[in-house]
């Protein structure tokens, strides 16, 4: 059996990375994984921490490089498969994933070993653990008018954008994000918090584009899918849990929003309008 990779990104948030890699290490068949941790030049007290336990544990199959600058979060990931892994050695499958995920499942190295094949990539159900909604699918299918309508009215003004979320936190925040699904289904986009690249993706041509800083990763791997003629799909008999304590600020600040436009305006212009 071949190996896999799982590449995690920290950015000041080592006692996320600890916790994740503590679950890690519990599961079945935790030896037929490597890891590499891409630490996006965090201040030097996390990132010792994290150096520390990974030595102190005798983790002899786990790296961990500091970027020289804040590569964002599929800049770090471009970055490591590009530069960091061996040519001479191929995985079976490559994770990239958020560093504050935990995972419990025993069998979540075999269940991913035995779908990998299936497709081009494999979206898990992603739980939640600040509401118990499933993150996946993230899109089942390309966007439509609706959400056209929803982003020139979002992206109008920085104001707008405000009202936007306002009224959705007091009138459907109870249902975002809500999902039941439990069948594995072919969909358009999967959640970028944990994403599982089957070899055939980059054998077919596939990449990972890190031409902006954040927010456009689900829908630019969608479009990059479709391009190569792929498929992703969601199984969600692999279970991961998501703890939403990134370090990215949860309120809309001036500077979250300006960013979400730049990724917003980089997609239209590269993939056409989303």
Same mark, same amino acid.
């Given at each position: ?7 995690? @990104? ?10 994740? *890699? ?19 030049? &965090? ?77 081009? +990539? ?18 089942? &299918? ?24 306002? @009224? ?18 072919? *969909?358009?986009?999967?959640?970028? &918090?944990?994403?599982?690249? &089957? ?8 990449? *990972? ?28 008999? +692999? ?36």
């Amino acid at each position: 059996m071949n190996k896999g990779l799982i590449i995690t @990104v920290n950015y000041n948030s080592h006692k996320e990375t600890i916790n994740y *890699i503590k679950s890690l290490s519990k599961l079945d068949k935790f030896n037929y994984l490597d890891i590499i941790i891409a630490d996006n030049s &965090s201040n030097m007290t996390h990132y010792n921490e994290i150096f520390h336990f990974v030595k102190n544990n005798a983790f002899n199959n786990i790296d961990l490089y500091k970027m020289e600058r804040n590569l964002s979060y599929f800049g770090a990931a471009r970055f490591i498969i590009d530069n960091k892994i061996a040519k001479e050695f191929r995985y079976e499958f490559i994770i990239v994933s958020n560093n504050d995920i935990l995972v419990e499942d025993n069998n979540f190295v075999d269940k991913i070993f035995s779908n990998i094949r299936k497709a081009d +990539i494999l979206a898990p159900k992603i739980i939640s653990l600040k509401n118990q909604t499933n993150q996946n699918p993230f899109q089942k &299918s390309k966007i439509n008018l609706k959400n056209k309508l929803f982003h020139i009215f979002y992206y109008s003004s920085f104001f707008v954008a405000q009202i936007i979320i306002l @009224v959705r936190k007091l009138f459907f925040n109870k249902y975002i994000g809500m999902n039941s699904d439990d069948k594995e289904m072919p *969909i358009y986009a999967a959640h970028g &918090s944990f994403l599982i690249f &089957s070899n055939s993706f980059f054998d077919k041509g596939g990449y *990972i584009d890190n031409k902006f800083f954040l927010y456009a990763e689900e829908n630019t791997l969608a479009e990059i899918v479709l391009k190569i003629k792929g498929m992703i799909l969601y199984v969600p008999d +692999i279970v991961v849990y998501h703890e939403s304590k990134g370090t990215i600020d949860k309120r809309l600040t001036k500077e979250k929003y300006l960013i979400q436009k730049e990724a917003h305006e980089y997609f239209n212009k590269n993939y056409g309008e989303a």
